[in-house]
T-cell receptor, first 113, second 116 residues
């Protein structure tokens, strides 16, 4: 069974600073995918970034980067230069193949001016 | 708008009533997923379809829940004899089976169900 753990219920960050959101996972499968989604107060889930278990390099998408440490089974999201619009819930998720996503409980990020 | 759409966006019902939700995926997407999200939690998988075939159902999907995707396009999720514990956001997502890279799922805006 797959499991995602997000140990930070809430985080604060000052505007323009970087922030790291933690995610650890557990799986016995050698092949899997790791995702981060953002959920603003409006409710829609917005895809941010993906990391495959066999990818050699950490994924990056604009201001988002994924710090993938396979041996530690961690997939932390780093947001650089935080903006007020980054305030939202952030979910780490994983999947095997093209099956459904398993989500963590999320981290609420609040960006302060 | 060519994203995933869901209808209705909000539904308030009385305990014991039946409700049905609709999801229209992105048109070329073969796979369609249903998730349930309760307050303060991450989404939990309910079921998914590949074209019209229902390939997997979660243990969360009790016999009061049924989902269909009759022509491999839109999908419906029905809850019979609703209970207060069914109050949640019901999210639909779709993905393209033939993507070579990864199974990026695109989510709809959700249907928020309140059972009184």
């Amino acid at each position: 069974a797959q499991k995602i753990t997000q140990t930070q219920p809430g985080m604060f960050v000052q505007e323009k600073e970087a922030v790291t959101l933690d995610c650890t996972y557990d799986t016995s499968d050698p092949s899997y995918g790791l995702f981060w989604y953002k959920q603003p107060s409006s409710g829609e889930m917005i895809f941010l970034i993906y990391q495959g278990s066999y990818d050699q390099q950490n994924a990056t998408e604009g201001r988002y980067s994924l710090n993938f440490q396979k041996a530690r089974k961690s997939a932390n999201l780093v947001i650089s230069a935080s903006q007020l619009g980054d305030s939202a819930m952030y979910f780490c998720a994983m999947t095997k193949g093209r099956r459904a996503l398993t989500f963590g409980s999320g981290t609420r990020l609040q960006v302060q001016p | 708008d060519t994203g995933v759409s869901q209808d209705p966006r909000h539904k308030i019902t009385k305990r014991g009533q039946n409700v049905t939700f609709r999801c229209d995926p992105i048109s070329e997407h073969n796979r369609l997923y249903w998730y349930r999200q309760t307050l303060g939690q991450g989404p939990e998988f309910l079921t998914y379809f590949q074209n019209e075939a229902q390939l997997e159902k979660s243990r969360l999907l009790s016999d009061r829940f049924s989902a269909e995707r009759p022509k491999g396009s839109f999908s419906t999720l029905e809850i019979q004899r609703t209970e207060q514990g069914d109050s949640a956001m019901y999210l639909c997502a779709s993905s393209a089976l033939d993507r070579l890279s990864y199974n990026e799922q695109f989510f709809g805006p959700g249907t928020r169900l309140t059972v009184l």
